[in-house]
């Protein structure tokens, strides 16, 4: 490391005296996280991961606190590693905080990053590194706060557009609450007309059981109940009360890949007017930044399959697909990709899907682009 970039480092975020400084620069530097924090960080962000009082900083933005674990626990350790090595900018966040590129090296940064790991006490919160990229159709296994809307176009047969509205909010460490608002429009095969409507509304739960950022996997169990506020007639409802327990698994890869598994289970309040049936879906991924940092590119291959409980045939689709993030910030992204029916598929209608979600933890639709 060179004198002079530790001095500015010191200088800007270290120690309040000149002699405190002098003391700094002929010293040996720390081959600890902590004391790499303290010479870099804590003139901010303090001692103690909580910030300093805004009258002992020179600048208005708000110091985030480390020991909140809901806002420290969320992203993984290259995010952050990004942001300290490049600055604010580099994620769409003030230029006040500094880049340490040429301060200190990655493996450095990633010293103080395991010590600030330390700052959230309560490991019932799941690593950010666990909340792999979304699919188009498999319910991911880590609790999130997102709002997602999912378009889904058919190709041939009859035409129709679905649309759905999905709104995520995490209760807790573990646990996150959902609802599903569906609504488009279909055409009459007979009339050729098109008719909009709104389907079935659903209320969901899902509880993070394990997670295990060595094992890189994460377990949970969830629920969802639609309510038949669809027009049956229409095409935009089942005309019963469904339960659908489910199970979902997500597992860390080596090579920044990473997959995804769900099973769950439809059960209607009516057998007369729906079937009772199992479903299931795995999501085969891989992530690559331009430029180590930039924009997200993640392809998926995702495979569903479904059977009515009664029926022994079993329905197969593939859904090719890239998620893409669209800002600076990376908490707005779109995907886009294309159902292929694999089985009766002269039965069933081949399907363009498009979603955009946004993270809204992470800032407003348009903060950080």
Partial sequence: MKTPNLLL?????????????????????PTDGEGLYNIACAGCHGPAGRGVPPDRIAFDVPVPDFTDCSFS???????????????????????????????????????????????????????GELNLPRPLVTEKAYPEDEAVTTVGIDLDGPGSIINEFVWERRIGPQSQFELKAPFGFMQ??????????????TLGV??????????????????????????????????????EPFVAFGQILPGDAFLHAQVLMEFPFSTDVAQEELQWRGVLGRSWSQGGY??????????????????????????????????TRQHVMANVGVLLPLTNASLRST???????????????FDGW
Avoid at 17 to 25: E, L, N
Avoid at 95 to 105: D, I, K, Q
């Fill in 9 to 29: 480092v010191v200088l800007a975020f270290g120690l309040p005296d000149a002699a405190g400084v002098r003391a700094t620069m002929w010293q040996d530097v």
């Fill in 73 to 127: 626990s969320r992203e993984p350790d290259a995010d952050w590693i990004t942001v300290a090595m490049h600055g604010g900018p580099v994620r769409g966040f003030d230029e006040t905080m500094p880049a340490y590129g040429e301060a200190f090296s990655e493996e450095q940064l990633q010293l103080v990053m395991d010590y600030i790991r330390t700052f959230c006490a309560d490991d019932r919160w799941p690593r």
């Fill in 188 to 201: 009459n095969p007979v009339t050729g007309s098109w008719e909009g409507g709104i389907g079935d509304l």
């Fill in 206 to 243: 899902k509880h993070a059981l394990f997670h295990g950022l060595e094992s890189g996997s994460i377990l949970s169990i969830g629920f969802e109940a639609k309510i038949p506020t669809g027009d049956e007639d229409k095409g935009f409802g089942n005309g019963t009360a469904v339960g």
């Fill in 294 to 327: 930039g924009r997200t590119w993640t392809p998926m291959i995702e495979l569903l399959a479904e059977t009515e409980l009664e029926n022994v045939d079993v329905e197969w689709s593939i859904v090719p697909q890239i998620q893409i993030t669209l800002n």
């Fill in 351 to 365: 399907r363009l899907m498009v979603y955009l979600l946004w993270d809204w933890f992470d800032g407003g639709f």
